[in-house]
Antibody, heavy 118, light 112 residues
Framework: QITLKESGPTLVKPTQTLTLTCTFSGFSLSTSGVGVGWIRQPPGKALEWLALIYWDDDKRYSPSLKSRLTITKDTSKNQVVLTMTNMDPVDTATYYC??????????WGQGTLVTVSS | QSVLTQPPSASGTPGQRVTISCSGSSSNIGSNYVYWYQQLPGTAPKLLIYRNNQRPSGVPDRFSGSKSGTSASLAISGLRSEDEADYYCAAWDDSLSGLNWVFGGGTKLTVL
Protein backbone atom coordinates (compact mmCIF):
# COMPACT_ATOMS: atom_id res chain seq x y z
CA GLN A 1 0.00 0.00 0.00
CA ILE A 2 1.54 3.26 -1.16
CA THR A 3 1.11 6.31 1.04
CA LEU A 4 2.69 9.77 1.00
CA LYS A 5 2.49 12.58 3.51
CA GLU A 6 3.68 16.17 3.25
CA SER A 7 5.09 18.07 6.20
CA GLY A 8 6.49 21.51 6.77
CA PRO A 9 5.57 24.97 8.02
CA THR A 10 2.02 26.20 7.62
CA LEU A 11 3.09 29.85 7.64
CA VAL A 12 6.15 31.49 6.10
CA LYS A 13 7.07 35.13 5.72
CA PRO A 14 7.70 36.81 2.37
CA THR A 15 11.30 36.37 1.13
CA GLN A 16 11.82 33.32 3.36
CA THR A 17 12.73 29.87 2.05
CA LEU A 18 10.13 27.11 2.27
CA THR A 19 11.24 23.55 3.00
CA LEU A 20 8.73 20.75 2.56
CA THR A 21 9.27 17.07 3.23
CA CYS A 22 7.40 14.20 1.62
CA THR A 23 7.61 11.00 3.66
CA PHE A 24 6.41 7.91 1.86
CA SER A 25 5.91 4.19 2.34
CA GLY A 26 4.97 1.22 0.20
CA PHE A 27 7.64 1.78 -2.46
CA SER A 28 11.32 2.49 -2.82
CA LEU A 29 12.78 5.46 -4.62
CA SER A 30 15.63 3.23 -5.72
CA THR A 31 13.32 1.14 -7.92
CA SER A 32 13.70 1.71 -11.64
CA GLY A 33 11.01 3.93 -13.16
CA VAL A 34 9.79 5.40 -9.88
CA GLY A 35 9.64 9.10 -9.16
CA VAL A 36 8.20 11.53 -6.61
CA GLY A 37 6.84 14.89 -7.67
CA TRP A 38 5.48 18.05 -6.14
CA ILE A 39 2.34 19.80 -7.32
CA ARG A 40 0.67 22.83 -5.76
CA GLN A 41 -2.80 24.35 -5.86
CA PRO A 42 -3.56 27.93 -4.77
CA PRO A 43 -6.95 28.26 -3.04
CA GLY A 44 -9.72 27.93 -5.61
CA LYS A 45 -7.27 27.59 -8.49
CA ALA A 46 -5.77 24.95 -10.73
CA LEU A 47 -3.02 22.41 -10.15
CA GLU A 48 0.52 23.48 -10.99
CA TRP A 49 3.41 21.02 -11.32
CA LEU A 50 6.61 22.10 -9.55
CA ALA A 51 9.30 19.44 -9.59
CA LEU A 52 10.04 15.75 -9.95
CA ILE A 53 12.89 13.46 -8.91
CA TYR A 54 13.50 9.94 -10.18
CA TRP A 55 15.10 6.80 -8.77
CA ASP A 56 18.31 7.58 -10.68
CA ASP A 57 18.42 11.15 -9.27
CA ASP A 58 17.24 12.66 -12.55
CA LYS A 59 15.50 15.94 -11.62
CA ARG A 60 12.93 17.98 -13.52
CA TYR A 61 11.68 21.46 -12.66
CA SER A 62 8.88 23.72 -13.81
CA PRO A 63 10.57 26.14 -16.24
CA SER A 64 8.79 29.12 -14.68
CA LEU A 65 9.98 28.28 -11.15
CA LYS A 66 13.25 26.51 -11.82
CA SER A 67 15.45 29.25 -10.36
CA ARG A 68 13.68 29.00 -6.99
CA LEU A 69 13.31 25.23 -6.59
CA THR A 70 15.53 22.43 -5.40
CA ILE A 71 14.39 18.82 -5.04
CA THR A 72 16.41 16.13 -3.28
CA LYS A 73 15.83 12.60 -2.05
CA ASP A 74 16.97 10.51 0.90
CA THR A 75 16.34 6.93 -0.14
CA SER A 76 17.29 5.51 3.24
CA LYS A 77 14.68 7.65 4.99
CA ASN A 78 12.03 7.33 2.25
CA GLN A 79 11.85 11.09 1.96
CA VAL A 80 11.87 13.73 -0.75
CA VAL A 81 12.54 17.35 0.14
CA LEU A 82 11.49 20.42 -1.85
CA THR A 83 12.89 23.85 -1.14
CA MET A 84 11.47 27.03 -2.64
CA THR A 85 13.31 30.29 -2.13
CA ASN A 86 12.07 33.87 -1.95
CA MET A 87 8.49 33.02 -1.01
CA ASP A 88 5.76 35.49 -1.95
CA PRO A 89 2.06 35.72 -1.01
CA VAL A 90 1.19 34.36 -4.49
CA ASP A 91 2.90 31.12 -3.42
CA THR A 92 0.15 30.50 -0.89
CA ALA A 93 -1.20 27.10 -1.83
CA THR A 94 -1.78 23.50 -0.87
CA TYR A 95 1.37 21.59 -1.73
CA TYR A 96 1.03 17.94 -2.72
CA CYS A 97 3.64 15.26 -3.24
CA UNK A 98 2.81 12.32 -5.48
CA UNK A 99 4.26 8.97 -6.57
CA UNK A 100 5.01 8.73 -10.26
CA UNK A 101 4.87 5.32 -11.86
CA UNK A 102 6.87 5.56 -15.10
CA UNK A 103 4.81 8.36 -16.63
CA UNK A 104 1.91 9.35 -14.38
CA UNK A 105 1.09 10.34 -10.81
CA UNK A 106 -0.96 7.54 -9.36
CA UNK A 107 -0.80 8.14 -5.62
CA TRP A 108 -1.02 11.53 -3.94
CA GLY A 109 -0.48 12.78 -0.42
CA GLN A 110 -3.23 14.62 1.42
CA GLY A 111 -1.54 17.96 0.83
CA THR A 112 -0.33 20.66 3.18
CA LEU A 113 -1.53 24.27 3.11
CA VAL A 114 1.26 26.83 3.17
CA THR A 115 0.35 30.47 3.73
CA VAL A 116 2.79 33.24 2.88
CA SER A 117 2.15 36.32 4.97
CA SER A 118 4.04 38.78 7.11
CA GLN B 1 -2.87 30.74 -17.31
CA SER B 2 -2.70 26.98 -17.82
CA VAL B 3 -0.93 25.41 -20.80
CA LEU B 4 -3.86 23.04 -21.41
CA THR B 5 -7.28 24.61 -21.96
CA GLN B 6 -10.44 23.24 -20.35
CA PRO B 7 -13.91 24.74 -20.05
CA PRO B 8 -14.29 26.18 -16.54
CA SER B 9 -17.61 24.44 -15.96
CA ALA B 10 -19.84 21.62 -17.15
CA SER B 11 -23.12 20.24 -15.93
CA GLY B 12 -25.58 17.43 -16.43
CA THR B 13 -28.46 15.63 -14.82
CA PRO B 14 -28.27 12.18 -13.26
CA GLY B 15 -28.04 9.48 -15.89
CA GLN B 16 -26.81 11.83 -18.61
CA ARG B 17 -23.56 11.62 -20.50
CA VAL B 18 -21.22 14.59 -20.25
CA THR B 19 -17.90 15.30 -21.91
CA ILE B 20 -15.08 17.57 -20.82
CA SER B 21 -12.59 18.79 -23.38
CA CYS B 22 -8.89 19.52 -23.03
CA SER B 23 -7.02 21.42 -25.73
CA GLY B 24 -3.27 21.60 -26.06
CA SER B 25 -0.59 21.79 -28.71
CA SER B 26 1.82 19.67 -30.71
CA SER B 27 4.38 19.80 -27.89
CA ASN B 28 2.10 18.24 -25.31
CA ILE B 29 -1.14 16.47 -26.24
CA GLY B 30 -0.12 16.21 -29.87
CA SER B 31 2.92 14.07 -29.04
CA ASN B 32 2.32 12.64 -25.58
CA TYR B 33 -0.27 10.79 -23.54
CA VAL B 34 -3.11 12.55 -21.73
CA TYR B 35 -4.10 11.89 -18.12
CA TRP B 36 -7.23 12.85 -16.21
CA TYR B 37 -7.65 13.51 -12.49
CA GLN B 38 -10.77 13.87 -10.38
CA GLN B 39 -10.68 16.12 -7.34
CA LEU B 40 -13.58 15.88 -4.93
CA PRO B 41 -14.10 18.90 -2.66
CA GLY B 42 -11.42 19.17 0.00
CA THR B 43 -9.46 16.13 -1.17
CA ALA B 44 -6.33 15.36 -3.17
CA PRO B 45 -6.60 14.63 -6.90
CA LYS B 46 -7.26 11.03 -7.87
CA LEU B 47 -6.04 9.42 -11.09
CA LEU B 48 -9.02 8.70 -13.32
CA ILE B 49 -7.53 7.99 -16.77
CA TYR B 50 -3.92 7.35 -17.80
CA ARG B 51 -2.28 7.04 -21.21
CA ASN B 52 -5.27 8.59 -23.03
CA ASN B 53 -7.86 5.92 -22.31
CA GLN B 54 -6.68 3.50 -19.61
CA ARG B 55 -8.57 3.21 -16.33
CA PRO B 56 -6.80 2.31 -13.09
CA SER B 57 -8.36 -0.56 -11.21
CA GLY B 58 -11.35 0.62 -9.22
CA VAL B 59 -12.36 3.39 -11.61
CA PRO B 60 -15.83 2.63 -13.03
CA ASP B 61 -16.15 2.07 -16.78
CA ARG B 62 -18.56 5.01 -16.83
CA PHE B 63 -15.41 7.09 -17.19
CA SER B 64 -13.61 7.01 -20.53
CA GLY B 65 -10.92 9.04 -22.21
CA SER B 66 -10.02 9.75 -25.82
CA LYS B 67 -7.51 11.79 -27.77
CA SER B 68 -7.40 13.19 -31.27
CA GLY B 69 -4.60 15.38 -32.53
CA THR B 70 -3.95 18.11 -29.99
CA SER B 71 -7.19 17.65 -28.07
CA ALA B 72 -8.54 15.14 -25.61
CA SER B 73 -11.85 14.42 -23.96
CA LEU B 74 -13.14 12.83 -20.80
CA ALA B 75 -16.60 11.29 -21.03
CA ILE B 76 -18.75 10.37 -18.06
CA SER B 77 -21.81 8.28 -18.79
CA GLY B 78 -24.65 7.49 -16.40
CA LEU B 79 -23.86 10.65 -14.43
CA ARG B 80 -24.20 10.29 -10.65
CA SER B 81 -24.32 12.87 -7.88
CA GLU B 82 -20.98 11.66 -6.54
CA ASP B 83 -19.33 12.63 -9.83
CA GLU B 84 -19.67 16.29 -8.85
CA ALA B 85 -16.04 17.36 -8.65
CA ASP B 86 -13.25 19.24 -10.39
CA TYR B 87 -11.61 17.45 -13.31
CA TYR B 88 -8.10 18.17 -14.57
CA CYS B 89 -6.32 17.00 -17.69
CA ALA B 90 -2.53 16.69 -17.72
CA ALA B 91 0.21 15.81 -20.17
CA TRP B 92 3.94 15.81 -20.62
CA ASP B 93 5.20 18.81 -22.57
CA ASP B 94 8.30 18.72 -24.77
CA SER B 95 9.84 22.13 -24.21
CA LEU B 96 13.31 23.53 -24.83
CA SER B 97 14.07 22.78 -21.19
CA GLY B 98 13.07 19.15 -21.58
CA LEU B 99 10.02 17.13 -20.61
CA ASN B 100 7.75 18.87 -18.09
CA TRP B 101 4.31 18.20 -16.70
CA VAL B 102 1.51 20.60 -17.63
CA PHE B 103 -2.04 20.70 -16.28
CA GLY B 104 -5.32 22.13 -17.53
CA GLY B 105 -7.16 24.86 -15.67
CA GLY B 106 -9.75 22.41 -14.41
CA THR B 107 -13.45 21.92 -15.09
CA LYS B 108 -16.00 22.07 -12.31
CA LEU B 109 -18.69 19.49 -12.97
CA THR B 110 -22.09 20.14 -11.43
CA VAL B 111 -24.73 17.43 -11.25
CA LEU B 112 -28.07 19.20 -11.41
Amino acid sequence: QITLKESGPTLVKPTQTLTLTCTFSGFSLSTSGVGVGWIRQPPGKALEWLALIYWDDDKRYSPSLKSRLTITKDTSKNQVVLTMTNMDPVDTATYYCAHEQTDYFDYWGQGTLVTVSS
Amino acid sequence: QSVLTQPPSASGTPGQRVTISCSGSSSNIGSNYVYWYQQLPGTAPKLLIYRNNQRPSGVPDRFSGSKSGTSASLAISGLRSEDEADYYCAAWDDSLSGLNWVFGGGTKLTVL
